[in-house]
């Protein structure tokens, strides 16, 4: 193996990487995700007449609580103290779409926290709405965006904001 691995040490046993020496910069990152369900649950979550309630609010709830505690859920993740995480979320003809961002000043990156974030609030809408449609889909989580570090700015291919 030619290129070492950040999470290993020497002796192969898995480690957090130490980034006390790394300078701090503004980083922040976007994770995007959908789910997917029939036109009846999308109406009724845009109506707001889920049984459970406010959907959307419910799920951007979550999705800040989640980003906040990502170094409990992910064994390798820094606990971090977050400036800020918002989450937006689109409808179209056939899914809820979710961009969490998650930003901070400090030496580490925010991917896994906007990953989170956008992970749990797309698990929340399913539980608030799986009386209208269990069979809904989430897929295509993924980071779009980031910023800071010594990796500068970044934006996923066929991104657009």
């Known amino acids: 193996m030619t290129k070492s691995l950040t999470h290993i040490d020497a002796e192969g046993t898995a480690r957090m990487v130490d980034v006390g020496a790394k300078p701090s910069t503004q980083r922040t990152a976007v994770a995007a995700g959908q789910i997917a369900m029939s036109t009846a649950a999308l109406a009724a979550i845009q109506a707001g007449d889920a049984p459970k309630g406010d959907v959307l609010g419910?799920?951007?709830i979550a999705g800040i609580m989640a980003a906040k505690r990502t170094a409990?859920?992910?064994p390798m993740c820094h606990p971090l103290m977050l400036d800020a995480v918002n989450l937006d979320f689109r409808?179209?003809?056939r899914?809820?779409?979710?961009?969490?961002?998650?930003?901070?000043?400090?030496p580490t990156g925010v991917e896994m926290e906007a990953m989170t974030a956008a992970s749990v609030a797309l698990l929340t809408i399913y539980d608030m709405a799986k009386a209208l449609d269990k069979g809904m889909v989430i897929g295509e989580v993924r980071v779009v965006e980031k910023t800071?570090?010594?990796s500068g700015h970044w934006i996923a291919e066929g991104y657009s904001a």
């Open 148 to 150: 800071g570090g010594k």
């Open 72 to 74: 409990e859920l992910i």
């Open 58 to 60: 419910t799920a951007r």
């Open 91 to 93: 409808f179209d003809d």
């Open 95 to 106: 899914a809820i779409h979710v961009r969490a961002t998650a930003s901070l000043t400090g």
